[in-house]
């Protein structure tokens, strides 16, 4: 199984604000099969991210993703306050197909 | 687009028989065109995917729950299904349904909006 640690666990940021997500693999992860949800309190995931780079439909630009091998980033260049939120990284792969990071917490400082 | 709900039990006693429906809309459940997965997140955690059934009746299971877990497919209703026995508090989560797609199948792009389940006597 392909373990995912992402870091830090929470992000204290003001709006307008730069947030560097970090999302680690154990074992090396093909870039387009690294995905990047955002989760608000009481709601589903929300995909943000289709593969390491490539943000789903409808997400703005402000939102983007970097890494290959072990070692991703999701970056959101300016922090909108509809962006503070839980955002998880998962990887597909074999045995299990899907595993998930613990998640990263963005907060308001 | 294909829409989801989850339906059940919010409460299961411990040892019990945990069993959640997923009522797909939108799209037939037997298209061939998705995999239709659980997915659930202990409070305050983070996401744990469960398993998945193919519109075939092939499933995948996480090695973790593989001995418990049963998922199928209701094609009259448009609905899947699943059933986890032998329950204990560390069962209780909010728990999803979800599908990927057979053409992109490394992300989830269609949620539930998820049931909560409490293992509790």
């Known amino acids: 199984e392909i373990v995912l640690t992402q870091s830090p666990d929470t992000l204290s940021l003001s709006p307008g604000e730069r947030a560097t997500l970090s999302c680690r693999a154990s074992q090396s992860v093909r870039s387009s099969y690294l995905v990047w949800y955002q989760q608000k309190p009481g709601q589903a995931p929300r995909l943000l991210m289709s593969?390491?780079?490539s943000r789903a439909t409808g997400i703005p630009d402000r939102f983007s993703g970097s890494g290959s091998g072990t070692d991703f980033t999701l970056t959101i260049s300016r922090l909108e306050p509809e962006d503070f939120a839980v955002y998880y990284c998962?990887?597909?792969?074999?045995?299990?197909?899907?595993?998930f990071g613990q998640g990263t917490k963005v907060e308001f400082k | 687009h294909v829409q989801l709900q989850e339906s059940g039990p919010g409460l299961v006693k411990p040892s019990q028989t945990l069993s959640l429906t997923c009522a797909v809309s939108?799209?037939?459940?037997?298209?061939?065109?998705?995999?239709w997965s659980w997915i659930r997140q202990h409070p305050g955690k983070g996401l744990e995917w469960i398993g998945y059934i193919y519109s075939s009746g092939d499933t995948n299971y996480n090695p973790s729950l593989r001995s418990r877990l049963n998922i199928s497919l209701h094609t009259s209703q448009n609905q899947f299904s699943l059933t986890l026995t032998s329950v204990t508090a560390a069962d209780t989560a909010m728990y999803y349904c979800?599908?990927?797609?057979?053409?992109?199948?490394?992300?989830?792009?269609?949620w539930g909006q998820g049931t909560l389940v409490t293992v509790s006597s």
């Open positions: 939108g799209d037939s459940i037997t298209s061939g065109r998705y995999y």
């Open positions: 593969g390491a780079s």
């Open positions: 998962q990887q597909y792969g074999i045995s299990p197909p899907w595993t």
């Open positions: 979800a599908t990927t797609t057979v053409l992109a199948p490394h992300y989830f792009d269609r």
